[in-house]
């Protein structure tokens, strides 16, 4: 008797956990212009490279891959899934790693510039 209310209670933290990741679970998704997917892939490897006043990142990937992860999952371009591993080729894990097999961002793609604001004065 004492197991399975055991087994109750864990069923019971299990649904609400499940719960919980459901309501972040989408299935919509961003529409990136046709083939301009390569001009998203530079402003987040800009992201990517962002330092703050302290010189620590503003954004700190918690794996290697999660900005490919991040593409895939949640853009599309021209309503067309964007496949992994074609991301994954345009974001090396780390900047002193062998770049050879990694795609460098085509100049005609790198549109925008992300550039810190002016300091204000209060």
């Known amino acids: 008797m004492e197991e399975i209310a055991k087994l109750i209670s864990e069923n019971k933290k299990l649904k609400e ?5 459901r309501e972040l ?19 987040m490897f800009q992201i ?6 302290d010189n620590k990142e503003l954004a700190n990937a918690t794996t290697l891959n999660i ?6 999952k ?3 371009a021209g309503g067309k899934e964007i496949s992994i591993e074609s991301v994954k080729r345009y974001f090396p894990p780390e900047n002193n790693i ?10 005609k ?3 925008f510039t992300i550039v810190p604001a002016k ?3 209060l």
């Open 67 to 72: 900005w490919s992860k991040m593409i895939a």
């Open 109 to 111: 793609d790198k549109l």
């Open 74 to 76: 949640y853009f599309r």
């Open 17 to 21: 956990g499940n719960k919980k990741l």
């Open 98 to 107: 062998d770049l050879t097999k990694y795609k460098d961002i085509p100049q």
């Open 48 to 53: 990517r490279e962002l330092k703050l006043d």
């Open 119 to 121: 300091k204000r004065s």
């Open 25 to 43: 679970e989408t299935k919509d998704y961003i529409n990136i212009r046709e083939k301009r997917h390569k001009t998203l892939y530079h402003l």
